[in-house]
C-alpha cells in the first residue's frame, strides 16, 4: 500500500462499460455510504473491462481520499497500479440488509421519469445537501428491453413505482453481441422484451451533458444474474 493510502471495503453495485473504459458505483462498507472509485480528481474511467468485477464482489481497496467534482460528490481517488483484493460475493438476500442500512432516510434524487434532470434542478439539489450522482431504488415488475440498431444494440428499462412510469437508458456494454445473442434466446425480431424477476434493485448514476444531467441504469441487482434469468 502506498503512502497516504487507507485500504476501504466497498461493495460493487455497477460495473459498467463506457466508450473510453469502465466505472464502478460501491457502497462503502465503513460509512454505507455510496461511493465511486476514480483514477485521478475529477473523475475518469479505468481501463479494465467491465466483467473483470461483478456486482456484489466486496472489493479491498487502497484509496487515497475523497476527489469529489460537483456533480460527482462520491469520488474517490484510487492509485492506478495499486491492488485491489476481491474479499468475496454477496447473496441477494446479504445485500438487502445493506441497501436497507444505505437508503434509511434517503430519498432518490435521480428518480425522474424523464430519464434526465435539468441542470437548474440539479443545483438546487446541490444546494439543499440532497444532491447524489448514485442513487439505488428497489422495484417490482421491471421490463428489460433491448433494440437491435446495428452493432450498438439499444438497452432500457421500464418499470413503475407508486403511479409513475419510469424509463432509463441502461450502459451500454462494450461487447454488444452478448446482447444481440442474449436477445436472439427470446424473439427473431429486432427488439425484445424480458421480464425481470420481482424485488430487483437497480442502481441509477448519472452525468452533466450540456444543461441536462443524464441518468442510466449502470447495475441491476436480484436474485439470479440477468444471463442465468435469461439461460445465456
Not at 473504459?21 to 479494465?48: H, M, N, Q, T
Not at 456486482?55 to 492506478?80: F, R, T, W
Not at 428491453?145 to 444494440?153: A, D, L, Y
Not at 439499444?154 to 412510469?165: A, Y
Request: aromatic share 14%; proline share 4%.
Amino acid at each position: 500500500m502506498g503512502e497516504g493510502e487507507i485500504t476501504r471495503d466497498f461493495l460493487v453495485i455497477a460495473s459498467s462499460a463506457k466508450e473510453k473504459g469502465s466505472c464502478l458505483a460501491c457502497i462503502d462498507l465503513g460509512s454505507y455510504e455510496f461511493v465511486r472509485p476514480v483514477p485521478y480528481p475529477g473523475g475518469g474511467k479505468w481501463s479494465f473491462s467491465p466483467q473483470m468485477f461483478s456486482v456484489l464482489d466486496i472489493l479491498e481497496i487502497p484509496v487515497i481520499g475523497k476527489c469529489e467534482s460537483k456533480y460527482q460528490p462520491e469520488n474517490y481517488c484510487v492509485q492506478n497500479n495499486s491492488y485491489w483484493r476481491r474479499e468475496k460475493r454477496l447473496t441477494y438476500e446479504e445485500f438487502l440488509k445493506i441497501f436497507e442500512k444505505v437508503m434509511e432516510g434517503r430519498t432518490n434524487p435521480l428518480l425522474s421519469r424523464l430519464g434526465y434532470l435539468k441542470i437548474s434542478e440539479v443545483e438546487s439539489l446541490i444546494a439543499q445537501g440532497s444532491f447524489s450522482s448514485i442513487d439505488m431504488v428497489k422495484v417490482d415488475h421491471a421490463f428489460f428491453f433491448i433494440r437491435s440498431e446495428g452493432i450498438k444494440p439499444r438497452l432500457w428499462i421500464e418499470f413503475r413505482k407508486g403511479m409513475v412510469d419510469y424509463r432509463y437508458k441502461v450502459t451500454q456494454p462494450l461487447d454488444s453481441r452478448i446482447w444481440q445473442e442474449m436477445c436472439s434466446k427470446f424473439y427473431k425480431e429486432e427488439e425484445c422484451k424480458v421480464q425481470l424477476p420481482g424485488n430487483v434493485v437497480l442502481t441509477l448514476t448519472g452525468a452533466r451533458y450540456g444543461e441536462y444531467f443524464n441518468v442510466f441504469v449502470s447495475g441491476i441487482v436480484m436474485e439470479s444474474k440477468l444471463e442465468e434469468f435469461v439461460n445465456f
